[in-house]
């Protein structure tokens, strides 16, 4: 049987939405722990065909309050090290940065809403966002945010909170915005997290279908790279 697409979650609410609907119908073989619940991590990262760790309320630097940020944390560099396809969105990105060497500050202003990025001349080239526009809309939901790891390469930038999505070495991906985010999940996060009106205006179902649907399937190809070099 194909290894595990490990996808954490760190809290109920934030599941894998159109993410999680995509590599379930792709791939078939997708292994869904919460942190939050007192799921544990594998103890080995290279049995997994890749990791994707999503969202959460908490911040990187919560862990006596959270410790399963602990653990995760040294997963992180684990799979880094094997060179684990990773995808971090959201608090998994900032995890993700962290994990590599890179600071998590409050972000400039808040990000609540419906938002444009614009890809960087590397983020344009690069594998990831190949086929989709230079500028995007994105929904945003955070109040820190990452620096870019040495090393690594900003590929999508906005303002007031210029890093939006970056690359550490070949396959493992940060993005600050989230694209797995359904109508309802947007329901219920709204409720639960106590927001107003979501800012912006933009056809949620128009991005839904699109763009996650291409960052999708071109990380789908890079895991497949990965695996492919693996066997050979």
């Known amino acids: 049987m194909a290894r595990a697409i490990l996808v954490i979650k760190h809290t109920p609410i934030e599941g894998p939405g159109s993410l999680g ?18 799921q544990t991590l594998p103890d080995d990262p290279g049995s997994i065909e890749a990791v994707i760790s999503l ?78 526009p230079s500028r995007l809309s994105v ?41 797995e985010v359904t109508p309802k999940m947007l329901e219920s996060w709204v409720r639960v997290y106590s927001a107003g009106d979501i800012s912006g205006e933009t056809d949620a179902g128009e991005i839904l279908k699109k763009q996650a649907s291409l960052i999708y399937l071109n990380f789908s190809e890079i895991i497949k790279s990965f695996s492919k070099a693996q066997a050979n």
């Open 55 to 132: 969202g959460g309320p908490m911040n990187v630097y919560e862990t006596e309050e959270f410790p399963f940020l602990k653990d995760e944390d040294a997963f992180l560099k684990k799979a880094l090290s094997e060179g684990v396809p990773i995808l971090g969105i959201c608090l998994g990105a900032q995890l993700l940065a962290k994990a590599t060497g890179a600071r998590i500050t409050k972000a400039p202003q808040k990000e609540i809403g419906w938002r444009q990025v614009s890809l960087t001349k590397e983020g344009k080239a690069d594998p990831l966002f190949a086929g989709l």
């Open 21 to 38: 609907d995509f590599f379930q119908d792709t791939c078939g073989n997708l292994q869904i722990i919460d942190l939050s619940l007192g």
């Open 139 to 179: 929904f945003q939901w955070h109040e820190d945010a990452f620096e870019i790891p040495p090393g690594g390469a900003l590929l999508a930038e906005s303002t007031p909170c210029r890093n939006q999505a970056f690359r550490y070495g070949r396959n493992a991906y940060g993005l600050q915005f989230h694209v």
